[in-house]
């Protein structure tokens, strides 16, 4: 599978109407308790199956596989020890394809999309002998399940690190009389009003206003999570709008080539956006799912308990940003970037600091806001942030 996945890396790359995306390895803690496993397993009988809303083509389903990948040389697990199964939706495909790994022998089952969730669970009630892991979801500590887990990373981080990224650049517009102050407006591209979505925004809103304070956000929704033309047509939209710099929550290259078509910067999602917009691409956030597979693979390996929720940050080197594209960035960007990245590994910066934004004008009561902030992705691992922030209007 690892060459096969490397081979289609470099397709991607040198195609600009492709996609790709990105993993790794590291380690991190659980969100929340944790749930019994095997009784201890050699590497050698343990089988894994797979299930993903899309394929190698597109973004997020690539990030994942590619952390399969990194697992797999991790532990030493062959191409046979593996079963994928690509482009199955959010519906009773999901319930069928996860029925058909358990009688091929799987002993762990991931599925990767939010609305494969329902239909994991119903798989894990009927296999309780069988290990259940769902990405983005919420309803493994709820559920009853010895055998259901949510995991999940604080993306979050990776995108205030890609927003302070884009206000510097804003910054540089503003300073060389390209735009007003009151013109810094950023476009952005989301897949649905889902929290995971609004959590992105605003992450990414709160580190561009933390270096320029006049900045503003106009969120569109696509309405999918991979629609290389309507991405396009909205990051098109929100341009012929107004906004100066495009950012994205969905998983194709569109947004990115509007933008490079029209010369207005961008910060991308899961890839390094430069192969389709070299003079405007400024960098893209990125999970590193390897770690998490690599974690609850060994946990099982070993007999050990895997989380019920997990979720890891940049304190365990679980989210990233892609390499700054020095034709595009502002002057002191790198410099910028590492004191932010230091500061949410060492914990004496948090994003959704309660300090750093009000809701029609007031500061939200929320059983999660304490100490200062609001603990997104600590007590359950899936994003829970869902306020509309003042500075951000939002457009279905």
Known sequence: ????????????????GLLAGCGGNGAAPAAGGAAKAGSGTAASDIKIGAIYIGDENEGYTYAHMKGIDDMMSELGLSDAQVIEKTNIPE??????????????????????????????LQAAAEYPDIQFLHATGYQAASSGLENFHNYFTKIYEARYVSGVVAGMKLNEMIESGKITADKAKIGYVGAFPYAEVISGFTSFFLGARSVC????????????WADMSMENEVATKLIQGGCVLISQHADTTGAPTACEAQGVPCVGYNVDMTSVAPTCALTSSANNWGAYYTIAVQSYLNGETIPVDWAGGYSDGVVYITPLNSDAIAPGTEEKVKEVETA?????????????????????????????????SEKVSAPSFAYIIDGITTQE
């Open 344 to 376: 949410l590994a060492d914990g004496s910066l948090h994003v959704f600091d309660a300090s750093t934004f009000t809701v029609g004008g007031k500061q939200p009561e929320d059983e999660l806001i304490s100490d200062g902030y609001y603990h997104e």
């Open 91 to 120: 519906g009773e495909e999901c319930f069928d394809a996860a029925v058909d790994l358990a009688e091929q022998g799987c002993n762990m089952i991931f599925a990767t999309s939010f609305g494969h969730e329902d239909y994991l």
């Open 213 to 224: 304070e006049s900045a503003t956000m106009e969120v569109q929704y696509t309405n999918s």
């Open 1 to 16: 599978m690892k060459k096969k996945v490397l081979s289609l890396l470099m397709t991607l790359v040198l195609s600009a």
